[in-house]
């Protein structure tokens, strides 16, 4: 009996010193990831939305939506919004509505992409998709983990939505988007996912008028339910 | 068996990939390109080193019976500050190497030394050997990271090698699952038909 | 009805598509190590298939109930590596003790099982990928079957390959990395296989 006990005292302290260290670790490296995280996210939406310097979150209850929360995008389960399309309105310097940022899902071939997307109001008024930006992957590498290289990511600059709803398919599917050599699957859900996005984002407001100055940190006032318009089928 | 055995045996005699053949499951996935290979070997060699270390250390208060778990532990304990030490310092490798940072613990080469010569040498011994044995089973990562990125992709180490019209279609299938089990087999056989040659010399 | 279409394109994708041996590189060990002899690569599939469903199961509730609930994300490799272990020296007590004749055939290959990769990587896949417990507990199950369809293809291929006048230097170890490229190459073609 002694030399069970014995052999469960030896195991549970090493266990425990094991664990404590790790506690110890954890609160050492948490912080930096975090904060890693946060820089990559500043990162992206400079790159696909140059110049906007403040963002209002915003969301708008789609049926079986398939878009993150572009804040905490690693987070795909219900809790964050089952049906929920999150958005962000992004402000300039001087209050000015400049575009929205969203982050789209997309199941590719071994992870889901997801992708950051900057759109831009065109002269008509037209949604236009600024530039994209890949947050995470895990794709083959060599094949569909080229989707991150900026020859492609490239292929997405300045398309009007119009372009959008009706060219934005891969081009094995009739569309205008030349998919990654050896890796269709990933440009299909990287391009489908985007267009599902595009089509749920609000028309840009027709006023011309500057809306009330946002700081970034002030709580999100509840907003008036947007109505969608009518998708193209 | 002198020291420096201790330390080189690891590399070619004694590799643990290509002549013992553990640890096989990283050695495949990983080595997509020379980058990945050298991550997740110097990640293997850190846990073995320190594995080694702790197991040499503590292996007169652990009882025979209990072993096995405790080593586990410790194991997973360095597998786990490797986790956390690479995700906060280099997010990049962390991202590429994804679910093969936690499997370090169960990759038998680990285990193995742990078992077969850690809890029977001292503190010296065992360090040598595991930083052997890492290297060792770096080395053979970085052999078939180099073979399948120069011919899957036709980079190394993202360095444009090969000309361009190779790079616009390269062969794909070495990047891809059947090209490493194709290399990792003519690699073993390759070795094979040298240690042939080389006893029928002697 | 789309519960079960749910359930089957789990299926198709955890055994095929994204089948753990040849394509995600999970469990090569066994597949390598225990493929010479048809029969014992069926007594080591059975037995994966039963600790991986299991390993599946318990690894998702600690995960839900005890890593996430008191914020011990960070432990979860010692503790789903620990459960593994313990999982599986328990799974073979019970049976010594209540069926004896499965034992005798499953019994060499359970300890084994600890160092899978396969068990361990399905307990933590299923977490990242966000399962809820049915959802893993089936990946656990049909990734295990996944396992032991290539498991005993392969072996079925080895027996034959015995008779094979394969080159000197390629025998053994060498021509059953070639076979599983082959296998791997097969198995290429349900990539992309959305359903």
Known sequence: MMYYLKLAFVLLVIAGLASATLAYLNGKTQPIIEANKKLAELAAREKVLPGASAFERDSLAVEGAQVSDSLEPLRLQDDSGGGMFFYYRAYDKDHNLVGYIFTALGKGYSSTIQTMCGVVFADDGALELNAIEILYQGETPGLGANAVNDKFLGRFNGLSQLLTTSRLYVDKDGGDITSITGATITTRAIVNSIREGMNHLPAPPVSEETPEPIIESAPVEPIAPVVLEEEAA | MTLLQDFTKGFIKENPVFIMALGL????????????????????????????????????????????????????????????????????????????????????????????????????????????????????????????????????????????????????????APGAFITMGLLMGLLNMRRKTTQGAE | MQFMGSVFALAITAIFVQNFVLSRFLGLCPYIGVSKKLDSAIGMGMAVVFVMTLASAISWLIQTYLLNRFGLGYLQTIAFILTIAALVQFVEMVIQKTAPALYKSLGVYLPLITTNCAVLGVSILNISEGFNFLGAVLNGLFAGLGFTLVLVAMAGIRERLEQAEVPQAMKGMPIAFIVAGCMALAFLGFSGFKI
Not at chain 2, 28 to 35: G, I, K, P, Q, Y
Not at chain 2, 54 to 63: E, T, V, Y
Not at chain 2, 98 to 112: A, D, E, S, Y
């Open chain 2, 25 to 176: 499951c990283p050695v495949l996935a990983v080595t997509t390109s020379v980058e990945n290979a050298i991550g997740m070997g110097l990640a293997a060699t850190f846990v073995l080193v320190g594995s080694n270390f702790m197991i040499s250390l503590i292996k007169k208060l652990i009882p025979a019976k209990v072993r096995i778990p405790c080593y586990i532990v410790v194991i997973a304990s360095f597998v786990t500050v490797v986790d956390m030490s690479m995700n906060a310092f280099l997010p990049d490798l962390h991202k590429n190497l994804g679910l093969f940072i936690p499997l370090i613990v169960v990759n038998c080469v680990i285990l193995g030394r742990a078992e077969a010569f850690a809890n029977r040498n001292n503190l010296i011994r065992s360090i040598l050997d595991g930083f052997g044995m890492g290297l060792g089973f770096t080395l053979a990562l970085v052999v078939l990271g180099v073979i399948r990125e120069l011919l899957g992709v036709g980079t190394l180490l993202g360095y444009n090698i090969l000309p361009l019209g190779f790079r616009e279609s390269p062969m794909l299938v070495a990047i891809l």
